[in-house]
């Protein structure tokens, strides 16, 4: 009753139990990692592409 009256018997129940909800934590370094393979993945289909390319008598990619 005392923290009701100190509020100005304002009975809103956001005043008293907080509704918000916390964002979910982000592992960077899990997130990194991910990161890195999926960039050398990239690479090695890069590459796989390039020499069917070549094979063709096309240009590369950059």
Request: net charge negative; no cysteine.
């Amino acid at each position: 009753m005392e923290e009701i009256e100190k509020n100005d018997f304002n009975l809103n129940i956001s005043r008293y139990i907080s509704t918000a909800v916390g964002e979910a934590e982000i592992d960077l370094e899990a997130t990194h990692g991910d990161l890195v393979e999926i960039e050398k993945a990239i690479a090695t289909g890069k590459q796989k592409h390039n020499d069917f390319l070549k094979e063709l008598g096309l240009s590369p990619l950059p």
